[in-house]
């Protein structure tokens, strides 16, 4: 049996802005409610890059589509999760 180490900062932030959209889907959010709603800080350079970059991870990964500055999920990633439910 193998141990899972824990999730980094990264992922962590993956799994609140998944959990996010789906919660509120069909929304479409900006990258900046995004970011402001994980970060709760708005002069937290760090923390909104690190928002930004989570976001861009999932999109790289095919689970949210963009349009401008706008994102939502995938009907992929919505059919995983009510599979996964």
Excluded: C, K
Excluded at 17 to 26: E, G, S
Excluded at 46 to 67: E, K, P
């Amino acid at each position: 049996m193998t141990s899972r180490a824990a999730p980094d900062e990264n992922t962590i932030l993956q799994q609140a802005i998944f959990t996010l959209l789906l919660a509120t889907h069909p929304a479409h959010w900006s990258l900046e409610e995004l970011a402001r709603a994980l970060t709760q800080a708005d002069d937290d350079f760090a923390a909104h890059d690190a928002a930004h970059t989570a976001i861009h991870d999932l999109y790289s990964v095919g689970l949210l589509h963009q349009h401008g500055d706008f994102v939502f999920l995938t009907r992929a990633a919505t059919a995983a999760a009510e599979i996964l439910e």
